[in-house]
């Protein structure tokens, strides 16, 4: 599976939009990216994930660029609860064995 | 159950025994992890089954952890003779593995292991 880079810590308002970034440059045209996050060390959540088309659902949105090496998780606004580390990571759809998930970006809403 | 469903939930044990924590994935994945997470630590892959394949255990620690998985379904990871480093908390998911959404993984809560 393709490596991702995220920036270890970010800040965001509360009410506003929270854009994290994830940089995936040697994604492979099967590779799908995904988005997790985790609240005091409870089990990681899905978020989100998508393959070049942007995506949006009930929690947030994923915006992946045109040459797919890059992509931004969106969440439009952001709560108290939604503090917590976010994980980017490419895979494929189908198959293939585990997952890894990296130092995530600590995102912290400030009130 | 809807979700994964890990048991214990909290185990306090004291240095030297074993400990076995239960997985129940949910109903028709195909596969299962286990991971482990250390206070303020990331996630540590341990170990991945997949159907009827045999196991990926490249993330098992030591030869003191091993995990099965019975009749494509529950899991148990055993720790034997324990030790304080292995303190962390368990974390067991699961995915169908196959169809677009095949490799979105679902956790279970996790279960809280102090060795004292």
């Known amino acids: 599976d393709a490596k991702t880079t995220q920036p270890p810590s970010m800040d965001c308002a509360e009410g506003r939009a929270a854009n994290l970034p994830c940089n995936h440059s040697?994604?492979?045209?099967?590779?799908?990216v995904y988005w997790y996050r985790q609240i005091h060390s409870q089990g990681p959540q899905y978020i989100i994930h998508?393959?070049?088309n942007n995506e949006t659902n009930e929690m947030a949105s994923l915006i992946i660029t045109e040459d797919r090496k890059s992509s931004t998780l969106i969440l439009p606004h952001a709560t108290l609860r939604d503090t917590a580390v976010y994980y980017c990571?490419?895979?494929?759809?189908?198959?293939?064995?585990?997952?890894?998930f990296g130092t995530g970006t600590s995102l912290t809403v400030i009130p | 159950g809807a979700g994964v469903s890990q048991s214990p939930s909290n185990k306090v044990t004291e240095k030297g025994k074993d400990v076995e924590l239960r997985c129940d994935p949910i109903?028709?994945?195909?596969?299962l992890y286990w991971y482990r997470q250390s206070l303020g630590q990331g996630l540590e892959f341990l170990i991945y089954?997949?159907?009827?394949?045999?196991?990926?255990k490249s993330g098992l620690p030591s030869d003191r952890f091993s995990a099965e998985r019975t009749g494509g379904s529950v899991s148990t990871l055993t720790i034997q003779r324990t030790q304080q480093e292995d303190s962390a908390v368990y974390l067991c998911?699961?995915?169908?593995?196959?169809?677009?959404?095949?490799?979105?993984?679902?956790f279970g809560e996790g279960s809280w292991l102090t060795v004292v």
């Open positions: 998911a699961s995915s169908l593995l196959s169809g677009t959404a095949g490799n979105t993984i679902y």
């Open positions: 040697t994604i492979s045209g099967n590779e799908y």
């Open positions: 998508g393959l070049k």
């Open positions: 990571i490419v895979r494929v759809a189908e198959g293939g064995n585990q997952f890894y």
């Open positions: 109903s028709g994945h195909t596969a």
């Open positions: 089954f997949q159907g009827n394949s045999a196991p990926d």
